[in-house]
Each structure stands twice: as structure tokens, then as C-alpha cells.
């Protein structure tokens, strides 16, 4: 495997977005599995990423963090798989990668964690509310093919597992729109591979555990 670029992930995290973007880029790659209760927050992994935060990527020298910024970068480092559109057609590209960073993100979270912004506080809050944000991802991918034009981008990628991730978890409703999007693109066989990939890790780890006498 390729030492130029390495992933360091948990196939339980936020980093299965980012080998579903590793596998539709194509390229060789390293991983390099971290664990919630050891390395995740030791001294090595600090220096990649202070936050002590799933996925990163390193690349020669460059370190990117983010999940979107990975999608986002990688598109970009290796354009010849076609993920990101031209520079001059990128509003939508752009616009929904970081909604999905930002609004649906946050809003998702603070609904788990039982935080709901009254009336009056949606305006501090930058996704106002889940409702909302729901409403207005659903006007990005409904009567869509892709939600950056007509072509699959780095954008689907995030955007898609955001939806697919909340609709298995039930943070997301299962709308009409949510689901024929995500059928589309989760059957593409790089998000196949991706899913077999970390689900065999998952099932190693399990297997490795010390069994009860």
C-alpha cells in the first residue's frame, strides 16, 4: 500500500464517509485504525489532529481534517476520478457539502443531545432549527439525480451519508425524497466496498474481544 496517503479512522465514525470517498477516488491508500479508549487521544494522533477527532487524512505533508474538507480535498488532489465539478459550476457543489457540514450537522446533534432553539434563539442558531435544515436539504435533492447536477461529486458523497446515516439512526426522517436519493447512490460499487471494508473490521474487533467463560 501507498505510505503517500494514509487514513486514520475507527470503522465505527464519521471516517466511513471518508472511505466511501477513498474507494470512488481509486487510489492505494494506508489505513490506520485508531482506537476510542487508547491512541485516539495520545500523543501521535495529536499531532495529526489536536482534536483528537475522526477521520484525517495525511497526504505527503498535508494533514486535512473534516470530513467535508476531505471529500472536498481529495476531489481536488485527484481529479482524474471526476468527483468534483468544473470550477465555474460549483455553487451547488459548495452550497450543499457545507450545509451538510454545518447546518444538518449541528442541528441533528443538538436534537439528539435534546437541544431544540425556541422561536426566538433560531436566529443565534446557524441551522435555525432541524426542521428547518430538513426542509431545505429536502429541496436540494428532491427531482434530482445528484445534488450537485447531473453528474456524482465528492458532494453526494458527504451530503448522502449524512441522510443514509440519520435515516438508519432515526435522526433523519425516512421522507420520499431522502430515500430515493440515497437508493441512487448507495448502491454504487464504491460505497459497496467501502461499507464491506469497514464492516469486516467491525466484525474482526468483535471477534478479537476476550470471551466470557
Known amino acids: 500500500m501507498s505510505k503517500d496517503l494514509i487514513f486514520y479512522t475507527n470503522p465505527m465514525s464519521r471516517g466511513r464517509i471518508v472511505r466511501w470517498m477513498l474507494e470512488e477516488v481509486g487510489q492505494p491508500y494506508e489505513t490506520v485504525i485508531l482506537d ?3 491512541n485516539l487521544k495520545g500523543p501521535e494522533y495529536l499531532a495529526i489532529n489536536p482534536m483528537g477527532k475522526i477521520p484525517a487524512i495525511k497526504h505527503g505533508d498535508t494533514v486535512v481534517t473534516e470530513g467535508a474538507a476531505i471529500c472536498a480535498y481529495l476531489a481536488d488532489a ?23 457540514a454545518g447546518c444538518v450537522e449541528a442541528a441533528v446533534t ?8 425556541k422561536p426566538e434563539q433560531k436566529r443565534m442558531a446557524g441551522f435555525g432549527s432541524l426542521d428547518d435544515t430538513l426542509a431545505a436539504l429536502e429541496t436540494a435533492v428532491a427531482g434530482r439525480e445528484y445534488i450537485a447536477g447531473g ?8 451530503v448522502g451519508s449524512q441522510i443514509g446515516w440519520g435515516m438508519q439512526f432515526g435522526s433523519i426522517d425516512k421522507r420520499p ?3 430515493a436519493y ?14 464491506e471494508i469497514d464492516d469486516g473490521l467491525i466484525a474482526q474487533a468483535q471477534q478479537a474481544q476476550p470471551q466470557p467463560a
Open 151 to 158: 453528474k456524482f461529486s465528492a458532494a453526494d458523497v458527504y
Open 36 to 38: 476510542y479508549a487508547s
Open 182 to 195: 440515497w437508493d441512487r447512490i448507495s448502491n454504487r460499487p464504491a460505497a459497496v466496498r467501502a461499507r
Open 177 to 179: 425524497a431522502f430515500t
Open 78 to 100: 485527484f481529479p482524474q476520478a471526476g468527483l468534483a465539478p468544473p470550477t465555474t459550476e460549483r455553487g451547488d457543489y459548495y452550497r450543499w457539502l457545507f450545509f451538510a
Open 110 to 117: 443538538a436534537r439528539s443531545l435534546g437541544f431544540e432553539p
